[in-house]
């Protein structure tokens, strides 16, 4: 099957934070002919198409959502292993292209590094997205950005189809990427990344050194969407949080970490309006404290 359909689909089935109700349809495309499908498939099932990557990065409302979960699988099977080829650079040097689905999730994308001898991607260890999911936002951790080593993505649209874009052409922003395609909807399928040969002894302790300094200050194994507010500029939002008193407050199953304070996590039975209360009563503890006012980096539906 190149399309699948599916209804009775619950948001918090979908997302590492275990949170959300129920979608009109979840649409899973395995190739590129189930692209053509999805096209004539989206006007007949209604609502909004949402392209969802590992959701990793999602605070979704406990009420129906009219929506369509659009899923790129493109490089999810548990054989996909990147498309590695060489460009050699003049005075730069050798440059790895390394090509990898949409659907591949980033931590078997670090291990594909790992092994081959590939530098470049080491901050993200640790990060639980999927590739689609991790260009769509430009993921970033410990100084590395998924867009500032993209060379091009292959980004499809229900009116062009499938097409590739430079990555000059695309616009990049702290936790924001946009191929200014299109008004309307689009999906990651594929992306290209540029990396450098490296011995893969060093790519792996680099790897490991940042996942130990993850661990150590973020709830990695937690049910969390990772950081819920952006960091203002020149500053931590988990630190102003922190600061302000919000680390370890609870509401019901839902708590910000007692280990990183921009950090929702869902202690079992944590529901979506516990957690958009606590995220404005975080917010407002920080602007009493400090004026300052903390937008949103989670991506809710409400
Ligand atoms: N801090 C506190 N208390 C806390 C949390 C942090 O005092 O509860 C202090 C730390 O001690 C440190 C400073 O704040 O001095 C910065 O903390 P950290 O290194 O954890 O980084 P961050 O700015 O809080 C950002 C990203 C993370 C990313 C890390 C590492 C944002 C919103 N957060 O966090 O990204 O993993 O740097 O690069 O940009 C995410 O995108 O979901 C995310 C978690």
């Known amino acids: 099957m190149s399309l699948t359909l599916t209804r009775d689909v619950l948001l918090k089935e979908r997302t590492t934070l275990r949170l959300g109700g129920p979608v009109l349809a979840e649409a899973v495309v395995s190739c590129e002919a189930g692209l053509d499908e999805l096209a ?3 006007p007949g099932l209604g609502g909004q198409p949402l392209a969802l990557g ?5 605070l979704a409302g406990d ?13 999810s099977r548990a054989d996909a292993t990147p498309e590695v080829s060489t460009q050699t650079e003049g005075s730069a040097g050798k ?3 390394v090509r990898a689905g949409a659907g591949l999730r980033l931590p078997r994308l670090l291990g594909f590094c790992q092994h081959a001898g590939l530098t470049g991607l080491e901050g993200l260890t640790g990060v639980p997205g999927s590739v689609g999911g991790g260009v769509a936002m430009n993921a970033g951790s410990y100084g590395v950005e998924l867009g500032a080593l993209l060379t091009r ?11 590739w874009r430079k990555a000059e052409d695309c616009a990049f922003g702290y936790r924001h990427f946009n191929p200014e395609l299109t008004a309307g909807f689009w999906l990651v399928w594929e992306a290209e990344f ?15 050194a940042a996942y130990a300094k993850k661990k150590a200050t973020q709830p990695v194994t937690a049910r969390s969407a990772g950081c819920v507010f952006k960091n203002p500029a020149g500053t931590s939002a988990g630190r102003l949080l922190d ?6 407050k609870r509401l019901g ?6 280990l990183h304070a921009n950090f929702l996590v869902n202690e079992g039975n944590g529901t979506a309006a516990e957690a958009l209360e606590l995220l404005e009563y975080g917010r407002a503890r920080v602007f009493d404290r400090f004026g300052l006012d903390l937008e949103t980096e989670v991506k809710v539906l409400p």
């Open 153 to 163: 993505v292959r980004v499809w649209t229900p009116e062009g189809g499938l097409v």
């Open 95 to 97: 440059t790895i292209l």
């Open 54 to 58: 590992a959701g990793s990065n999602i």
């Open 243 to 248: 600061e302000a008193g919000v680390k370890g």
């Open 253 to 258: 199953g839902m708590a910000f970490s007692t």
């Open 40 to 42: 004539r498939a989206l």
């Open 63 to 75: 009420g129906p959502h009219a929506l369509v979960l659009v899923r790129a699988a493109s490089g």
């Open 194 to 208: 540029a990396l450098r040969a490296e011995a893969p002894f060093a790519v792996r302790s680099r790897m490991e």
